[in-house]
T-cell receptor
Framework: DVKVTQSSRYLVKRTGEKVFLECVQDMDHENMFWYRQDPGLGLRLIYFSYDVKMKEKGDIPEGYSVSREKKERFSLILESASTNQTSMYLC?????????????FGPGTRLTVL | AQSVAQPEDQVNVAEGNPLTVKCTYSVSGNPYLFWYVQYPNRGLQFLLKYITGDNLVKGSYGFEAEFNKSQTSFHLKKPSALVSDSALYFCAVRDRGSTLGRLYFGRGTQLTVWP
């Protein structure tokens, strides 16, 4: 079974703090993704990566950065957290070799910024 | 541009009745289509996908979906709903021309099955 893990299920941070969300997958997938999920807005893509050290902006990259130093790990960084970044963050991974392949999701991190 | 529409925010159905969760899509080429389910405070779980071939796709937990190219739809169905099917359902699409594997998701449909 594919396993995608995220470092925290729940996180509470203060405005202005630097926040790291970690995601690890164990299936040697090339592609990894970070989404945020908000009620009524569905999933919105923040960033994705198709190889180590490679990244592409998604639809809402402002206020976020990412890091992919190893194939299995994809980090989302909030440089200076703000209250409007309170949300559910979902990581996903998938193979890059066949475009029909499924994305697999982690359990999510619910981040609250006070 | 690629997009997915789920026209119903909520679907309510009685246990034992058939259910349908609707999805329409827009892509520039031929699509790959996916359904995911999310239970409370959990990540998304893959249910089924349409790649090619038979327009009726069978997936996990007794769900199936029908691909209709002329109507650009991919509705999720189940013949007999269970209370445990209550969850948030997402439809997603990927253009076959896409080289980077990203999916475009709908806004989700909350399914409630009452006893």
């Amino acid at each position: 079974d594919v396993k995608v893990t995220q470092s925290s299920r729940y996180l509470v941070k203060r405005t202005g703090e630097k926040v790291f969300l970690e995601c690890v997958q164990d299936m040697d997938h090339e592609n990894m993704f970070w989404y945020r999920q908000d009620p009524g807005l569905g999933l919105r893509l923040i960033y994705f990566s198709y190889d180590v050290k490679m990244k592409e902006k998604g639809d809402i990259p402002e206020g976020y950065s990412v890091s992919r130093e190893k194939k299995e790990r994809f980090s989302l960084i909030l440089e200076s957290a703000s209250t409007n970044q309170t949300s559910m963050y979902l990581c996903a991974s998938g193979r890059g070799t066949r475009i029909s392949d499924t994305q697999y999701f982690g359990p999510g991190t619910r981040l609250t910024v006070l | 541009a690629q997009s997915v529409a789920q026209p119903e925010d909520q679907v309510n159905v009685a246990e034992g009745n058939p259910l349908t969760v609707k999805c329409t899509y827009s892509v520039s080429g031929n699509p790959y289509l996916f359904w995911y389910v999310q239970y409370p405070n959990r990540g998304l779980q893959f249910l089924l996908k349409y790649i090619t071939g038979d327009n009726l796709v069978k997936g996990s937990y007794g769900f199936e979906a029908e691909f209709n190219k002329s109507q650009t739809s991919f509705h999720l169905k189940k013949p007999s709903a269970l209370v445990s099917d209550s969850a948030l359902y997402f439809c997603a699409v990927r253009d076959r021309g896409s080289t980077l594997g990203r999916l475009y998701f709908g806004r989700g449909t909350q399914l409630t099955v009452w006893p």
